[in-house]
């Protein structure tokens, strides 16, 4: 699947991925270590990554075995390009109602 940033806003509604997101952005870790620090189920976190992994915002390594869960930096760079450009076009349209002569605003 070839997320888009949309599809990566999407996962990250979920509180509970928000929070396996942010705790992934401090250091990488294994799903039992995420579960305890949750009040989900291993599974339920298993599945979570499952869906960030989806959209590209984390990716795994083994070690043993175990997975250790890490944030991708190139989907979070695709996350990043997405809310710049939704960013840069909300100014353009801020610029442009300022810029609007007070008259035209009033017709309105």
Known sequence: MTANGLDQIAALSD???R???EFLGKQ???VGDLAEKLPVTRSAVSQHLRVLKDVGLVKHRKSGTRHVYYIDPDGLAKLRAYLDRMWERALLDFKTAA???AK???KR
């Open 19 to 21: 929070q396996i997101f």
């Open 28 to 30: 990488a870790s294994a």
């Open 15 to 17: 509180g509970t991925r």
């Open 104 to 106: 035209e605003r009033r």
């Open 99 to 101: 810029e609007e002569p």
